[in-house]
């Protein structure tokens, strides 16, 4: 399985069966940025304004559809490494 998808996947079971009180995207989050950087693909991080997209992807993951999250996370870790990448130039 690609670290991507693996990342995705494994963030939105965790945030699916919500096994903590708090803090249960926060872990998600870090642990599939862990598998991306275990992997040496960069980190992403979630901007405030663009919560309501990955709060839609979250929600169809949690009708079964995986797929939503996994393009999510792609899509914007390769937005945020591109950004970044244009910064050094």
């Known amino acids: 399985m690609h670290p991507v998808e693996l990342g995705a996947i494994l963030h939105n079971q965790l945030v699916r069966i919500h096994p903590f009180t708090d803090g249960n995207g926060r872990t998600a989050r870090l642990i599939a940025n862990w598998i991306l950087l275990k992997n040496e693909f960069p980190m992403f991080i979630i901007d ?10 979250i929600e169809q993951g949690d009708k079964g559809n995986d797929a939503e999250i996994v393009h999510y996370i792609a899509k914007v870790s390769i937005n945020q490494h591109i950004f970044e990448s244009e910064k050094i130039k």
Not at 48 to 57: G, R, S
């Open 48 to 57: 405030l304004k663009d919560k309501i997209n990955y709060y839609k992807a």
